[in-house]
């Protein structure tokens, strides 16, 4: 089984302040992790996404994400949070590689309000 | 170009009647997916086919039917709609490939059902 919790229904953060937006998982064995973003009315985007190797993974419009396996989290954040950041945020876990039909189990979803 | 396009975006209907969803992907992906984003932005794998093949199935009451005439197509089916119905539902693609599990997924804009 896999899971995802993102413990916070929603961030509130300054314009230019760091934003962080935080995802623990649980999977049975290697995780694939992913985050994506959905803007009001729009389907989701692709932000980020981590495999192996590097476990900081640079993406999008400025995101980064930090893998840490101890602690099972794969923590979104953002230097400088732009009003225009303002959206719904989703961490998702598939498993390894012979996971049937790449099924993502995604979390709750985190709202992210950016103040000007 | 759209990537993934769905149709309708929106669909209004009574209780009872039978609805079908239209997806189109022009991004030459394998495998594609059906969600249902609920009042709570909660999101759910309902389906996935690869190759016209269905390779994930959920729980998913038996009024829902995939088809999949080709790989760029996925519809969604619903008979006898009810009130717990209603919802967003997302097309989304990959490339599954069984080297290369780690494929993002590309959603469409989502259909809002909503069933009287």
């Known amino acids: 089984a896999q899971s995802v919790a993102q413990p916070e229904d929603q961030v509130n953060v300054a314009e230019g302040n760091p934003l962080t937006v935080k995802c623990t998982y649980s999977?049975?064995?290697?995780?694939?992790l992913f985050w994506y973003v959905q803007y009001p009315n729009r389907g989701l985007q692709f932000l980020l996404k981590?495999?192996?190797?590097?476990?900081l993974v640079k993406g999008s419009y400025g995101f980064e994400a930090e893998f840490n396996k101890s602690q099972t989290s794969f923590h979104l954040k953002k230097p400088s949070a732009l009003v225009s950041d303002s959206a719904l945020y989703f961490c998702?876990?598939?498993?390894?590689?012979?996971?049937?039909?790449?099924?993502?189990?995604f979390g709750g979803g985190t709202r992210v309000l950016v103040k000007p | 170009d759209t990537a993934v396009s769905q149709t309708p975006k929106y669909l209004v209907t009574q209780m009872g009647n039978d609805k079908s969803i239209k997806c189109e992907q022009n991004?030459?992906?394998?495998?594609m997916y059906w969600y249902k984003q609920d009042s709570k932005k909660f999101l759910k794998i309902m389906f996935s086919?690869?190759?016209?093949?269905?390779?994930i199935n959920e729980t998913v009451p038996n009024r829902f039917s995939p088809k999949s005439p080709d790989k760029a197509h996925l519809n969604l089916h619903i008979n006898s709609l009810e009130l717990g119905d209603s919802a967003v539902y997302f097309c989304?693609?990959?490339?599954?490939?069984?080297?290369?599990?780690?494929?993002?997924?590309?959603f469409g804009p989502g259909t809002r059902l909503t069933v009287l």
């Open positions: 989304a693609s990959s490339q599954l490939g069984y080297s290369t599990p780690y494929n993002e997924q590309f």
């Open positions: 999977v049975s064995g290697n995780p694939y």
């Open positions: 981590y495999i192996t190797g590097d476990n």
């Open positions: 998702a876990v598939r498993l390894g590689i012979k996971a049937a039909g790449n099924k993502l189990t």
């Open positions: 991004l030459g992906h394998d495998t």
């Open positions: 086919y690869n190759n016209k093949e269905l390779i």
